[in-house]
């Protein structure tokens, strides 16, 4: 249990089955898996975990022959086992070993039931299961491919069409959870790889996860009810972003004038959306400790769900605006305009960035962030690029040393969560963030000797207002960049200063910088993996820790 996932994955002598883990563990595992793994992805009630825990360990016969119900109980217990270190501050690549070991076990399982035809519900549960799993080893090329799968043996059964009468409550809550969790993982593979969506949003007719039918008997779980909101609202911000996703960056070209519409309705669906969002869920609520939480202890599931849904949100405000950034990027001679000042579409974009960075610098310091958060660390690297590539472009900009700071932590607090792309993407992270130096360096020098200082960005007075990660301004109404003051960051200017200096390039050398390649793939890598797709996903998904990726001493 203690190999190397490498070996697990390649000489595993248990294929057909698996010695159980301690009972103890195993429980603990399955509660892993319902109240951390599964924050906004509901769809196996926990009172199945537990019936079905009970089957393998009483050995049941008819249920340890049953390949599908002993498919889903491995994989249950492969997922929880590779978030369990998330949960308790433990090595996260040795569960992930044990986790690849119940994983294989579950899959020898899984491939026996690839001739019943319709698929059943414990089938499905399986494919979902899989999902989860490679999506948490950071493994996307193939949990792109296991998602696709699981869509279309959904569609055979109609798992997206509402069902008629004569479903139980059980049955409900299942068939809701999966479509909409392999919705939710269908848009952010999407978004993340560049490749299109499975789901078409015109076919969907089931409806949303409800508390009623969360509440049916049998589910029993005190909890289960109560996380409607969060996974509605999660949905819903997966469909904004598919509206996003089809409007702003399909394959089909668009002149400005349809992108600021396509810009505007989406705007109002995202104000509709924070309208209709829980205070508690809600970004442009303060998430600081409120009155009531002094005296009441908000489960750990709640929390999740929060932080779950408030980096959707950022990460969703980041894509619709990301585009106007972008075009002035591609200008050429960017430091000739006329004016230096951010339009308001760039200001909302560095909002949600800055945001979405705050967050990731807190993540350094937090131990229930490991690298099995693979949305995390694809919204905090998105996050990363855009703040590189505005301080490049806007290299005078007030509170430069401040954002700076912010960026520092959340390269630290994205090398924690990062896992498969961890190497290339912390070098890249770290080379265009020198290059942003440089050009800030070089634009000082030349503002000195040109007595062009009269064109220092201008940015809005408000910029150090006060601002916790869930604060924001409607995203219909102008948005400003906001950090947080901090103590720390009281001498962030002298820490700029003391930076190696390199030799400040010549404006040759700068329009080289900034409209050469190396940015522009930082801007696309920020919001598309597909480069990283030659990669094999199994040679970075558990390595011996003298070569494993990640943070080095």
Excluded at 84 to 100: E, G, T
Excluded at 477 to 482: E, F, K, N
Aim: charged share 20%; glycine share 4%.
């Amino acid at each position: 249990m203690s190999r190397p996932a490498e070996e697990v994955l390649s000489e595993n002598p248990l294929k057909t089955s698996l010695i159980p883990l301690d009972r103890r563990l195993a429980e603990e595992y399955i509660d892993c898996f319902h109240s951390h793994s599964c924050a906004t992805y509901r769809y196996i009630p926990r009172s199945q975990s537990k019936k079905f825990l009970g089957k393998l360990y009483s050995e049941d016969e008819s249920f340890l022959q049953d390949d599908a119900s002993m498919a889903v109980i491995f994989l249950i217990l492969a997922v929880g086992c590779i978030w369990y270190p998330s949960l308790h501050n433990r090595d996260v690549f040795q569960y992930k070993a044990k986790a690849s070991r119940l994983y294989e076990a579950a899959l020898s399982r899984l491939e026996n039931t690839a001739s019943m035809f319709p698929p059943s519900i414990l089938v499905m549960q399986a494919h979902c299961l899989k999902c989860q799993f490679l999506l948490a080893g950071n493994i996307l090329n193939s949990a792109w491919l296991a998602v696709g799968t699981a869509v279309r043996l959904g569609q055979i059964v109609g798992f997206h069409k509402a069902k008629a009468t004569g479903s139980n409550g059980l049955e409900d809550f299942t068939r809701r959870g999966m479509f909409w969790s392999l919705y939710t993982m269908d848009r952010y593979l999407s978004a993340a790889l560049g490749r299109p969506m499975m789901i078409n949003d015109d076919d969907i007719t089931i409806p949303y996860p409800e508390t009623a039918v969360s509440s049916s008997p049998g589910i029993d779980d005190p909890h289960e009810a109560k996380t409607v909101p969060g996974i509605v609202a999660h949905i819903k911000l997966a469909q904004i972003t598919t509206q996003v996703l089809r409007k702003l960056y399909g394959s089909k070209k668009h002149d400005k004038v349809a992108r600021d519409e396509s810009t505007s309705q989406i705007e109002a669906q995202l104000s509709k959306w924070l309208d209709e969002t829980p205070g508690f869920l809600n970004p442009e609520v303060p998430s600081g400790q409120k009155e009531s939480e002094v005296f009441y202890d908000v489960p750990w599931i709640f929390k999740r769900q929060q932080r779950t849904v408030r980096a959707a949100f950022y990460f969703t405000s980041m894509q619709l605006y990301r585009g106007y950034l972008l075009d002035e990027f591609l200008q050429a001679n960017f430091h000739d305009r006329l004016s230096l000042t951010p339009a308001p579409p760039v200001q909302k974009c560095i909002h949600a960035a800055l945001q979405m960075a705050l967050f990731a610098a807190e993540i350094k310091e937090d131990a229930t962030y490991n690298s099995v958060f693979w949305t995390t660390s694809y919204f905090t690297f998105c996050a990363i690029s855009i703040l590189t590539v505005y301080l490049t472009l806007y290299p005078e900009i007030e509170n430069r040393a401040v954002i700076e700071n912010v960026l520092e932590r959340a390269i630290e607090g994205h090398q924690k969560l990062d896992n498969s792309m961890n190497k290339h993407t912390q070098k890249l992270l770290e080379d265009t963030r020198a290059i942003a130096q440089r050009a800030f360096r070089s634009s000082r020098t030349r503002l000195s000797t040109s007595g062009a200082n009269d064109r220092t960005t201008t940015m809005p007075s408000d910029v150090n207002a006060s601002v916790t990660v869930g604060h924001q301004s409607p995203p219909a109404g102008p948005v400003h960049p906001q950090v947080e003051p901090c103590e720390e960051w009281g001498d962030a200017q002298g820490v700029m200063d003391n930076i190696e200096e390199a030799p400040a390039p010549d404006l040759g050398e700068l329009a080289d910088i900034v409209n050469g390649d190396d940015l522009d793939f930082i801007m696309n890598i920020g919001f598309d993996a597909s480069p990283f797709s030659h990669v094999d996903p199994l040679q970075f998904f558990v390595a011996d820790k003298l070569t494993r990726p990640g943070p080095q001493a």
